[in-house]
């Protein structure tokens, strides 16, 4: 799951928008993430923009993966 990097002339590059993802209705969904820790929120934007992948098409890759994938996967339990 990659997005292709696009160059403008006389600027940096410009990560796309992924059309992968458009939704098909005129329903929209927000997901909100509260409480991330900086210090690894920083690190993956760094990463990201590295790598020319907009943290949305990122979020939603890892989404789709893991409701097409066949084993079930629970949340740990606290210890």
Excluded: N
């Amino acid at each position: 799951m990659a997005t292709e990097a696009v160059y403008t002339r006389g600027m940096a590059k410009k990560r796309g928008y992924s059309r992968e993802f458009t939704p098909k209705t005129e329903r929209r969904v927000q997901l909100l993430i509260d409480r991330i820790p900086p210090t690894l929120y920083d690190a993956v934007r760094a990463k990201a923009k590295r790598e020319g992948v907009s943290l949305r098409a990122l979020v939603l890759g890892w989404l789709k993966d893991w409701v097409a994938s066949q084993e079930p996967t629970a949340p740990e339990e606290p210890r």
